[in-house]
């Protein structure tokens, strides 16, 4: 979590430098955008669980470019991101988690509809390291197990509606379908939690 804090704040950092130097007279190519919605859980890789719904936050720096010739803008970005991945365990019966972090990296086509809406389509690669979480009973009692750090990695294909507000702000929503596999050592046992679904989030942009 502290490299995600970190890197989030050497984006934003880099944002208010561009910002300051540009010239407000011409629209700028670049836009910080917050995200954040629900992602499916996992519903293989840990016993007989059953997939319950997780979140997902995101901070990413998009660049857009013109394509010429038609009312299209290329779309290319990176940033970071925290998923929570969840499911209901049968053994014992409790809701376990996946915690992850690291980096986003995204692209597509924004479709210039009429101002101020605009459409995107865009393919989301994150990857990172996370590691699962689940209560475990003992003789004393019922206790939180924390697993090891593993490897991480979601790809979502992504549709998009975008509004554009006064003073170079946006705001839209986000549909799409999300596939992941997270990896964590957990009690002497390495588990490979899958899952898929729907994907949606609410963003928040800002042209600096």
Known sequence: MRHTITLASTLLAACTAVAA????????PWEARLLGGVVPGYDAGYGGVDQRIGSSGELVVLYRRPLAGAPLDLLLGAGVFDDTRRGKANDPDNITQYDAQGIVLTGGVAYRMITPLSL???VEVR????RF?????????????????????AVSAVVAAY???????????????DDFEGK???INDT???RGDGLLVRLGLGYRF
């Open 21 to 28: 130097a540009a010239d407000p007279a011409i629209p700028s």
């Open 191 to 193: 588990l490979s939690l």
């Open 163 to 177: 509004y554009e507000l006064p003073r170079a702000v946006s705001v839209g929503v986000e549909v799409g379908f």
């Open 133 to 153: 979480s689940g209560e475990q009973t003992f003789a004393n009692g019922n206790y939180e197990v924390l697993g090891n750090y593993g490897r991480y990695i």
């Open 120 to 122: 995107e389509a865009r």
């Open 184 to 186: 964590s050592e957990y």
């Open 127 to 130: 990857g990172g390291e996370g």
